[in-house]
């Protein structure tokens, strides 16, 4: 191993291993630093990525952004407005040409709620998929074990706590089909 790459080996894990401080710095870089307006945008999505994000290099990601752990998975194209919650302690993934509007939330927790003496059990997590060319609207939320079929349109506001079939739009809380929408390129 060349000296080049044992640097690059140690820069990684000083910044992406799990342990006692390392989490609270990459927090610190990752929603303080990379979030802040100050950092323009490309170096924005560069910053991720060296922090152990898998976004393509093309991918937008606006100021506030607001992700727990490194399981984010964003294709090329797309597009993370600025408010976003990214609840990630399992992998979130995003498709090409991906638009999501601020604020959306993307919650991979829950709770067992089997004991009737305490609701909020023991914590279980579940994926959450957005297929390419789908659209989140602006303060979606979508909880764990979701996954959002290619080119579905859920709306601002909306609550999907069930699989969206592709090319439909969804909205309500909890979300449901309100409308098909064409499959053919129109433009």
């Known amino acids: 191993m060349t000296a080049l790459q044992q640097a690059r080996r140690a820069w990684t894990q000083l910044w992406t291993d799990p342990g006692e401080k390392r989490p609270i710095i990459w927090h610190w870089v990752v ?36 992700i727990r752990d490194r399981h984010l998975t964003v294709g090329a194209h797309s597009t993370i407005n600025g408010k976003c919650v990214f609840d990630n302690r399992t992998d979130v993934e995003v498709g090409a040409r991906v638009g999501i509007g601020i604020g959306a939330m993307f919650i991979t927790t829950d709770h067992v709620r089997a004991n009737p003496r305490q609701r909020s059990g023991t914590g279980k997590s579940a994926p959450i998929t957005v297929r390419d060319g789908a659209s989140i609207g602006s303060g979606a939320i979508i ?45």
């Open 143 to 187: 909880l764990s074990g979701v996954t959002i079929g290619e080119g579905a349109v859920v709306a601002a506001g909306a609550l999907v706590n069930r699989d969206c079939e592709p090319h439909g739009l969804y909205a309500g809380t909890p979300a449901r089909r309100v409308k098909d929408l064409p499959t053919d390129d129109a433009s």
């Open 31 to 66: 929603n303080g630093v990379l979030a802040s307006t100050c950092v323009p945008a490309r170096l924005r999505t560069v910053g991720y990525r060296m922090m152990g994000l898998h976004l393509h290099r093309s991918v937008l990601v606006r100021p506030g952004a607001s």
